[in-house]
């Protein structure tokens, strides 16, 4: 199972912060740091870095771990600049960088920027031709005339790297899991229940195989939330205040974190988890920490990766 850090610049946070849980992540040993993509935090605004800028400049900061963008929104970028912008990181990188892409979905930030917003079933129009789009660029170019998009050069370069990479994420169960069969290298989602899971790769592998791509080759990822305590008593005495939120007895949201394979508990209990993601195909876990950036406790994500690490 790959692991990775996946934080929430809008939250607030520094470049220099960025640049800090990049490098320990990669000192650590994780596989993969990733970042949001957003302007605001809704309504409130922070000091929210550009996630592309940032990672260029991460790119020259660190060595081997892969960045990535989780996800990046077709309404903030036309897809040729978005394309333009990962080739150019993946040159800065050497080959280490997974471009996100999805539709867009947080109102207050488009309003707040004076960005366009279309209705849901256009994004994903825009979405699907975006994909086609910078795959082309990433190829080198073509001829494409698309209902909102148009590319007209063969011979456009940088070209990607082999290491370049595409995911495409979003929990809904039919849409997303056919662009991501259709044109992804990476299929992420939130954590999310076993049932659940398959209903989605099924459309997911179709979508592949009618596409003439092999559905194995599409990496499932999740993200979501880690909750490592040293002992049982601290985890349920966190059961029972985190149960209360959501009008749970600590049993019913032990339960609950269970059926979506989230990590809680001591060391060895939040292990299993990750046992049960990998016996359901997923191949990366990238742990999210909503917090300032100047607020993330490093050695509460040393604890966490190391129990899901072992």
């Keep these: 199972m790959e692991l990775g850090l996946f934080v929430?610049?809008?939250?607030?946070?520094?470049?220099?912060?960025?640049?800090e849980l990049a490098r320990w992540a990669e000192g650590f040993g994780l596989?993969?740091?990733?970042?949001?993509?957003?302007?605001?935090?809704?309504?409130?605004?922070?000091?929210?870095?550009?996630?592309?800028?940032?990672?260029g400049g991460l790119a020259l900061e660190t060595d081997t771990i892969r960045l990535a963008t989780l996800?990046?929104?077709?309404?903030?970028?036309?897809?040729?600049?978005?394309?333009?912008?990962?080739?150019?990181?993946?040159e800065m990188s050497?080959?280490?960088?997974?471009?996100?892409?999805?539709?867009?979905?947080?109102?207050?930030?488009?309003?707040?920027?004076?960005?366009?917003?279309?209705p849901l079933k256009e994004r994903f129009t825009r979405l699907e031709e975006a994909l086609v789009y910078i795959r082309a660029v990433f190829s080198g170019g073509?001829?494409?005339?698309?209902?909102?998009?148009?590319?007209?050069?063969?011979?456009?370069?940088p070209q990607a790297s082999p290491g370049l990479e595409i995911v495409v994420g979003g929990g809904g169960p039919r849409k997303t899991p056919r662009l991501a069969g259709a044109y992804a290298d990476e299929y992420?989602?939130?954590?999310?229940?076993?049932?659940?899971?398959?209903?989605?790769?099924?459309?997911?592998?179709d979508a592949a195989t009618a596409a003439g791509r092999d559905p194995?080759?599409?990496?499932?990822?999740?993200?979501?939330?880690?909750?490592?305590?040293?002992?049982?008593?601290?985890?349920?005495?966190?059961?029972?205040?985190?149960?209360?939120?959501?009008?749970?007895?600590?049993?019913?949201?032990?339960?609950?974190l269970d059926a979506r394979s989230v990590p809680h508990g001591t060391p060895d209990r939040a292990a299993d988890a990750i046992t049960q993601m990998a016996s359901w195909g997923v191949?990366?876990?990238?742990?999210?920490?909503i917090s300032p950036l100047d607020d993330i406790d490093i050695p509460h994500l040393e604890r966490i990766f190391a129990a899901l690490k072992s």
């Design 94 to 118: 050497g080959g280490r960088f997974t471009l996100g892409v999805g539709t867009g979905w947080m109102e207050s930030e488009h309003e707040a920027f004076g960005l366009d917003l279309p």
């Design 188 to 205: 992420n989602m939130f954590v999310t229940d076993g049932e659940t899971l398959e209903q989605r790769l099924s459309v997911m592998r």
């Design 31 to 55: 596989d993969v740091f990733a970042r949001s993509d957003h302007f605001l935090h809704m309504e409130h605004s922070a000091d929210a870095t550009d996630a592309l800028v940032t990672l």
């Design 8 to 19: 929430e610049p809008q939250m607030g946070g520094s470049y220099r912060r960025l640049v």
């Design 216 to 256: 194995e080759d599409i990496l499932i990822s999740f993200a979501g939330p880690s909750f490592v305590y040293e002992s049982e008593k601290d985890h349920e005495a966190a059961l029972v205040e985190r149960g209360a939120k959501r009008d749970m007895s600590p049993q019913e949201y032990s339960a609950f």
């Design 71 to 90: 996800v990046s929104p077709i309404t903030f970028r036309h897809p040729g600049i978005m394309a333009k912008a990962a080739t150019t990181i993946d």
């Design 142 to 157: 073509g001829d494409l005339s698309g209902e909102y998009y148009s590319l007209s050069h063969d011979t456009i370069a």
């Design 283 to 289: 191949g990366r876990f990238y742990v999210q920490d």
